[in-house]
C-alpha cells in the first residue's frame, strides 16, 4: 500500500475498507463521538490522503463499521466501565467529514487519561439480538432486553449486569426473512 500512498512520518494504516460508492459506513473514535458516511466520501483523488475523522486528544479511531438501513438499524456502544446504549443511527448526522456528535457521554479528561473509553461499537437491525461476551460469561439480549439500553444519543448509557461489565465483544444476530441466522461479529 505504501506504493499508491504517501505516508508522513510516523503515519501508519489503521483499516481498509472497500466497497460500493453508495455504501453507508459508521465512522467514529473511542472518545465517544461518531457521524455516518458514504464511502464515495471516504475516496480521495489526492494522494497524500484525506482527512475525514477529527479524532479528540487521546481518542483512536474506530473500524468503519457498514450499515444496512439507517431508518431502522440501531447504533450500539458500550464503554470499558460497562455502560451500553442503544439509539436509532438516524440520531447521527450524515457528514462527509469531521468529529461527528456525541454516540455515548463520556468526559473528555477520562478519554485523555484512557481511563474510559468506547470499547464495542456495532450497528444493531431492528429486531436483533445481541450476544456479549465478557471473558468466558455470555450473556444474549433478545429485543425485549435490549429495550432497558435504549436511550437518547449522547447520554450515558445504562451498566451492564455484574461480571458481564468489561465486554470483549458483541455478536449482533440478525434474522433475515428467510429464518436463517446471520452474525455479524464486532471485536474491539
Do not use: W
Not at 73 to 88: Q, V
Not at 171 to 186: G, H
Amino acid at each position: 500500500m505504501t506504493g499508491r500512498f504517501n505516508l508522513t512520518a510516523g503515519a501508519n494504516f489503521e483499516h481498509v475498507v472497500m466497497s460500493e460508492d453508495e455504501q453507508v459506513l459508521l465512522m467514529a473514535s473511542d472518545a465517544g463521538y461518531g457521524f455516518i458516511t458514504d464511502f464515495k466520501d471516504l475516496v480521495s483523488k489526492n494522494k497524500n490522503g484525506k482527512a475525514l475523522v477529527s479524532v479528540p486528544k487521546g481518542g483512536i479511531l474506530l473500524s468503519p463499521i457498514r450499515v444496512n438501513d439507517v431508518a431502522s438499524d440501531y447504533c450500539m456502544a458500550i464503554s470499558n466501565e460497562g455502560r451500553m446504549l442503544l439509539f436509532p443511527l438516524r440520531d447521527l448526522p450524515k457528514l462527509g467529514k469531521g468529529k461527528g456528535n456525541k454516540i455515548i457521554s463520556i468526559p473528555g479528561a477520562k478519554v485523555q487519561a484512557r481511563e474510559e473509553f468506547v470499547k464495542v461499537l456495532a450497528v444493531v437491525p431492528q429486531g436483533s439480538s445481541v450476544t456479549l461476551h465478557a471473558g468466558k460469561r455470555k450473556l444474549t439480549l433478545k429485543p425485549s432486553d435490549l429495550e432497558h439500553y435504549h436511550g437518547e444519543r449522547g447520554r450515558r448509557g445504562n451498566k451492564l449486569p455484574r461480571g458481564l461489565q468489561r465486554v470483549d465483544e458483541a455478536v449482533v444476530e440478525l434474522t433475515p426473512q428467510d429464518d436463517e441466522p446471520i452474525e455479524t461479529i464486532i471485536e474491539e
